[in-house]
Every structure is written in structure tokens, then in C-alpha cells.
């Protein structure tokens, strides 16, 4: 049995920073971990993974360089930091946890979050 609960989020003017949680229970925080996004009209993506250990991340090529995925085991909570904002960044965020899958798929991911808005305007 495991559990996601999401906070962070909002709205955000293009340029600004956003830092999104994740706090995990029960099993879900000792797997890999990841964070999707689904904008409206558009079938949720993958945007980065991180392992148990925190030791390896993978972030897609779309955000790489502003966003940043880590973990806090001390916590429990899963954090993905957002750095100079774009309007193609709105969309709703979500976390996910697998106990043997860090790829990309949405469908190797059995735990998620509930989903968090990002509304990024210009």
C-alpha cells in the first residue's frame, strides 16, 4: 500500500520559479521515482525519473537545464524545481513511483499522485 500527496503549483508569471512536493508513504518512496505532465488536449509526458538512492536522474531533453528532480529520503518527499518558466510549461503535474521502473512510460509507474495545475502566463 502506498500513497502520493502532491503540493505546490499555482500560477506563475513566464521567468519565475516554481518548486513542486510529492510526499510519499508506505512502499511507494523506497522505488524509483518521476514526474509526468499533462496539458490540455495532450497526452501526459514524461518530464524526469530518479532512482532510490537519489544517485541517478533522467530528465526529458524538452526541460532539461530548468528543471531539476530530487529527493529528500530524510523527508519522505519527492521535490521537481522549475526554473525560468515558460507558458508551454502549463499543465498538470504529476508524480509517480514504481518499485522496478525508472523509464519514461506512463504504464510502468503504479503509484500517482493526484496532480497539481501549473499556469505559467506571459
Known amino acids: 500500500q502506498g500513497q502520493l500527496v502532491q503540493s505546490g503549483g499555482g500560477l506563475a508569471q513566464a521567468g519565475d520559479s516554481l518548486r513542486l512536493s510529492c510526499a510519499a508513504s508506505?512502499?511507494?518512496?523506497?522505488?524509483?521515482m518521476a514526474w509526468f505532465r499533462q496539458a490540455p488536449g495532450k497526452e501526459r509526458e514524461f518530464v524526469a525519473s530518479?532512482?532510490?538512492?537519489?544517485?541517478?536522474?533522467n530528465v526529458a531533453d524538452s526541460v532539461k537545464g530548468r528543471f531539476t528532480i530530487s529527493k529528500s529520503n530524510a523527508k519522505d518527499t519527492l521535490y521537481l524545481q522549475i526554473d525560468n518558466l515558460k507558458s508551454e510549461d502549463t499543465a498538470v503535474y504529476f508524480c509517480?513511483?514504481?518499485?522496478?521502473?525508472?523509464?519514461?512510460?506512463?504504464?510502468?509507474?503504479?503509484?500517482w499522485g493526484q496532480g497539481t495545475q501549473v499556469t505559467v502566463s506571459s
Open positions: 509517480a513511483a514504481s518499485l522496478t521502473y525508472n523509464g519514461q512510460e506512463v504504464a510502468g509507474y503504479l503509484w
Open positions: 508506505g512502499r511507494t518512496f523506497g522505488s524509483y
Open positions: 530518479i532512482s532510490w538512492s537519489g544517485s541517478y536522474t
